[in-house]
């Protein structure tokens, strides 16, 4: 099976940096992704990691590493918009079903 | 751009009634996926269909089923409502070879 673990919540100011740490166990990895949603709103696609390294796109950026089983997503210049629930998922091997973690709920003051 | 356009919005039904619940995948996407996402809980995922054929089975009860027809646009049948089906039923859409999928804006069920 799978399973992944992030942090239920984190609280950074505006402007700051925030990095939101996944831990993942799974029987089978075809990637590691990563989706933000607001309140009441449809999980929206942010990044995704086939590969060890660090993806960038704007202000987020995304890490792997297979060898850990361990990812995060970076948010830098953090605006009061990026306030949100912020899930780090695996897609299988597949590729026809992603797991989500229970999200990191993201609080951004000013 | 097109994006996964789901149907109804919102759908408030009694306990034992049944439901159906529209998705219509973004064009020329070839795969379907529904999720579940109950309050302060993560999307749990239902099943998915490729190229109108199921193609992988999550932790979704037997009294839902659900199907993908010639059109591609594909339906969530919920039978035998349960107080706890009370959710947002998500469905999202992508070609297989994409990384991420796009997920439409949801249908909130209560059954009460």
């Known amino acids: 099976g799978q399973s992944l673990e992030q942090p239920s919540e984190v609280t950074a100011v505006e402007g700051a940096i925030v990095q939101i740490n996944c831990t993942y166990q799974t029987s089978g990895f075809y990637g590691l992704s990563w989706y933000q949603q607001h309140d009441g709103g449809a999980p929206t696609f942010l990044s995704y990691?086939?590969?060890?390294g660090l993806e960038e796109t704007g202000r987020f950026s995304s890490f792997l590493s297979r060898s850990d089983s361990y990812g995060y997503l970076l948010l830098q210049e953090l605006q009061m918009k990026d306030s949100a629930s912020y899930f780090c998922?695996?897609?299988?091997?597949?590729?026809?079903?992603?797991?989500f973690g229970a999200g990191t709920r993201l609080f951004v003051k000013a | 751009a097109a994006g996964v356009i789901q149907s109804p919005r919102h759908l408030i039904k009694e306990k034992r009634e049944t439901a159906t619940l529209k998705c219509y995948p973004i064009?020329?996407?070839?795969?379907v996926y529904w999720y579940q996402q109950g309050p302060g809980q993560d999307p749990q995922f239902l099943i998915s269909f490729y190229e109108k054929m199921q193609s992988d089975k999550g932790s979704i009860p037997d009294r839902f089923s659900a199907q993908q027809f010639s059109d591609y646009h594909s339906e969530l049948n919920m039978s035998s409502l349960e107080l706890g089906d009370s959710a947002l039923y998500f469905c999202?859409?992508?070609?297989?070879?994409?990384?991420?999928?796009?997920f439409g804006s949801g249908t909130r069920l209560t059954v009460v």
């Open positions: 998922a695996v897609r299988t091997p597949g590729g026809f079903k992603t797991i």
């Open positions: 064009p020329r996407h070839d795969t």
């Open positions: 999202a859409s992508s070609l297989r070879s994409d990384y991420g999928y796009t």
């Open positions: 990691n086939g590969l060890d």
